[in-house]
């Protein structure tokens, strides 16, 4: 398995707080990846990074903020959780040489 | 022009029948097609993938059809089995950005 992990693995909190989840590999891969999953959408883009400190939005990226001080560590903030935000989280990363994406075991977010 | 279509959204097949699963893009700029596998709790992982240069490719028991006029392309399953139930996501990649259908729920009858 490559290696990423992310955590927590589940949360729940409450509406108007703020929330961090953290992914972290040990592959030194140059891509990194926050999709949420959601049943009947599939996996959505929030943001992703290409570099230290070079970061994207994705498609559903209002509400979500990202940060990459470090190759290995990619975190995800919600600034101020909503319940519209209850989700699977998954990290994932891809090297630059390859397409191929590798996923993390993923975050249960529950917002109430 | 972004999307990419996935059908059907859930699928039940005997043992040993052979599922299909059909996914739709619009964007000629992608050039990676990979379908990835999903069981429950567990991220996704790449099961098979195939460039557009190519119209079949084979892993096992996994076949990926690809029709490029039709800017469409398949997974096949074949001799499928109980542990081949799982989600499976088609996706299409251009420039390290991977756009997902929405996932078809397969389930494998014993």
């Known amino acids: 398995d490559a290696g990423i992990t992310q955590s927590p693995r589940h949360k729940v909190t409450e509406t108007g707080t703020p929330v961090t989840l953290r992914c972290h590999q040990t592959?030194?891969?140059?891509?990194m990846y926050w999709y949420r999953q959601d049943p009947g959408h599939g996996l959505r883009l929030i943001h992703y990074?290409?570099?230290?400190?070079?970061?994207d939005k994705g498609e559903v990226s209002d509400g979500y903020s990202v940060s990459r001080s470090k190759t290995e560590d990619f975190l995800l903030t919600l600034e101020s959780a909503t319940s519209s935000q209850t989700s699977v989280y998954f990290c994932a990363i891809m090297s630059g040489g390859t397409t191929e994406a590798f996923f993390g075991q993923g975050t249960r977010l529950t917002v109430v | 022009q972004q999307q990419v279509k996935q059908s059907p959204q859930s699928l039940i097949v005997q043992k040993g029948g052979i599922p299909i699963i059909n996914c739709a893009y619009e964007?000629?700029?992608?050039?990676?097609f990979p379908w990835y596998q999903q069981f429950p709790g567990k991220g996704p992982a790449l099961l098979i993938a195939i460039r557009p240069d190519v119209s079949e490719k084979k892993e096992g028991r996994f076949t990926i059809s690809f029709n490029k006029s039709a800017k469409q392309f398949s997974l096949h399953i074949m001799d499928s089995q109980p542990g081949d139930s799982a989600t499976y996501f088609c996706?299409?990649?251009?420039?390290?950005?991977?756009?997902w259908g929405a996932g078809t729920k397969l389930i494998i009858k014993p």
């Open positions: 996706a299409a990649s251009s420039n390290y950005q991977l756009i």
């Open positions: 592959e030194n891969h140059r891509y």
């Open positions: 990074s290409y570099g230290v400190k070079d970061t």
């Open positions: 964007n000629t700029a992608f050039d990676y």
